[in-house]
């Protein structure tokens, strides 16, 4: 990679500007300070991009008085050359401020000669007439009212943090400048990382009570259960632990158990949580719970179905069920069947407060996502007002599909999940293996429907 070429201007005895060229990065600052004087610091940050680079960095120093051009190596020699360039022109005379006049040593930093800054002596503005009450204590005791004062305590207050804008990039040409010079430039407003930052402060937005977000598409092998899981450890990682549960409400004999990255152990079940939790009580335990769940490793929870089940959960199995996880978490996420008649797919709707509905690019998945709307439609029509269609890639999906998919539907919220070899592979769902695309339109996914549900917060 080309080092760039540096532009540092001395704008005054203790500060100069360094503007990187060809990098689309605004100026970075230098100061010096109590420790290191602005020639040390000058030199130390560009030995530093010498050293990131393993190559000199051509260096254009400019003063009031005049304009040198040095090479800093990845030694630290600091060596005065030819200009490569020609010298801009000035076709205007600009009066010469006092700042700091720079000499290249060779083996050593840019040292800074500094002059002593004249103070004119000129007639001073005249005295306030009426002193400043801030920062002024009156020499008799407070007897009046405090009202006003009051009123100008919130002006002292400490700005609110937003780190979503402030905190320095990670991601991108700025977060790789970031990196390798130890600078702290911020994203870009328009950049994938803001985004992705405003995504994650979505998610942890409030949410209704009793919030469930119900995974379904009447044709099986779509994407539910991998999705739903990912999703749920998504919203945890984002919302904290023992946030988010994820729920097994598919067909017995379902995969549900063989893709979470933690299996659960026998007796971690509904059966057995809904024998040994009264669906009524109020004043169930955290331990209590916690026997029946088990912990994923971003943080959310999962239920799955007892193994060797012979009867599918039927709806107030799945209302007791939710009810009890419900009083104990912000939201649960639901993993359905196939089967719109089962009592559990019935729960699952009627209880959700929004619907994400994956949809692989084939005729026939199309055909069942029409067909899973038009139930939705027959059992909780408002719902569709909060349904997420995602559009997923995979072998053998027909990309000219995507248009006739996405005309044939509603005017529902749509996005887009890119092939993720996980999910198709039938390998268990670990959410750090999840490639960083996939991770990101999952992050992306919850904020959006995070945000159709926090609507319906009063």
């Known amino acids: 990679?080309?080092?760039?070429?540096?532009?540092?201007?001395?704008?005054?005895?203790?500060?100069?500007?360094a503007t990187l060229a060809d990098a689309d990065v605004p100026p970075m600052n230098l100061e010096a300070n109590e420790s290191k004087t602005l020639s040390t610091v000058v030199h130390e940050f560009l030995h530093n991009m010498a050293q990131t680079h393993g190559a000199d960095v051509e260096v254009v120093y400019r003063t009031a008085k005049d304009t040198r051009f040095l090479t800093v190596g990845p030694d630290g020699n600091t060596e005065e050359r030819a200009p490569s360039m020609p010298l801009p022109t000035v076709t205007e005379a600009a009066p010469e401020p006092v700042v700091a006049e720079a000499t290249a040593l060779p083996g050593g930093p840019?040292?800074?000669?500094?002059?002593?800054?004249?103070?004119?002596?000129?007639?001073?503005?005249?005295?306030?007439?009426?002193?400043?009450?801030?920062?002024?204590r009156s020499a008799e005791p407070g007897t009046g009212p405090i009202e006003g004062l009051l009123d100008e305590l919130p002006q002292l207050s400490a700005p609110r943090a937003n780190p979503a804008a402030s905190d320095p990039a990670r991601l991108g040409v700025r977060g790789r400048l970031n990196a390798m010079l130890g600078l702290e430039l911020a994203p870009k407003?328009?950049?994938?990382?803001?985004?992705?930052?405003?995504?994650?402060?979505?998610?942890?937005?409030?949410?209704?009570?009793?919030?469930?977000?119900t995974f379904a598409n009447l044709k099986g092998g779509v994407g539910k259960t991998p999705m739903s899981i990912s999703l749920a450890e998504t919203m945890a990682e984002h919302r904290g632990p023992a946030t988010v549960t994820c729920m097994d409400l598919g067909e017995i004999g379902g995969?549900?158990?063989?893709?979470?990255?933690?299996?659960?152990?026998?007796?971690?079940?509904?059966v057995g949580l809904l024998a040994g939790i009264d669906p009524a009580a109020t004043d169930v335990r955290p331990s209590t719970l916690a026997r029946y769940l088990t912990r994923q490793p971003s943080g959310s929870d999962i239920i799955a179905e007892r193994d060797g089940a012979d009867s599918p959960l039927s709806y107030d199995d799945a209302?007791?069920?939710?009810?009890?996880?419900?009083?104990?978490?912000?939201?649960?996420?639901?993993?359905?069947?196939?089967?719109?008649?089962?009592?559990?797919?019935?729960?699952?709707?009627?209880?959700?407060?929004?619907?994400?509905?994956?949809?692989?690019?084939?005729?026939?998945?199309?055909?069942?996502?029409?067909?899973?709307?038009?139930?939705?439609?027959a059992v909780r029509p408002d719902v569709l007002a909060r349904t997420v269609v995602v559009i997923t890639a995979g072998p053998g999906d027909v990309p000219m599909v995507e248009i006739e998919v996405v005309n044939a539907l509603p005017a529902l919220r749509v996005c887009r999940m890119p092939f993720e070899p996980l999910f198709a592979s039938g390998e268990r769902i670990a959410l750090s293996q999840l490639r960083r695309e996939t991770q990101d339109a999952l992050t992306v996914l919850a904020a959006t429907v995070v945000d159709l549900m926090a609507g319906a917060v009063g």
Do not use: C
């Not at 000669?113 to 007639?123: F, H, K, N, S």
């Open 189 to 213: 407003p328009d950049s994938l990382e803001r985004r992705l930052r405003d995504s994650q402060t979505t998610i942890t937005r409030p949410l209704p009570e009793d919030a469930v977000i």
């Open 1 to 17: 990679m080309t080092p760039p070429t540096v532009d540092v201007e001395i704008t005054s005895t203790t500060t100069a500007r």
């Open 255 to 270: 995969s549900f158990a063989d893709r979470v990255a933690v299996p659960p152990a026998a007796g971690k079940d509904m």
């Open 319 to 377: 209302a007791a069920l939710g009810a009890i996880l419900g009083r104990h978490r912000d939201v649960l996420v639901a993993d359905t069947g196939n089967s719109s008649h089962a009592g559990s797919w019935r729960w699952a709707i009627t209880a959700a407060h929004a619907v994400i509905l994956p949809v692989p690019l084939r005729r026939d998945a199309a055909a069942a996502a029409q067909r899973t709307l038009a139930t939705i439609a």
């Open 110 to 136: 840019v040292v800074v000669a500094t002059e002593q800054i004249a103070y004119g002596v000129g007639p001073q503005p005249a005295a306030a007439t009426t002193p400043s009450p801030v920062g002024q």
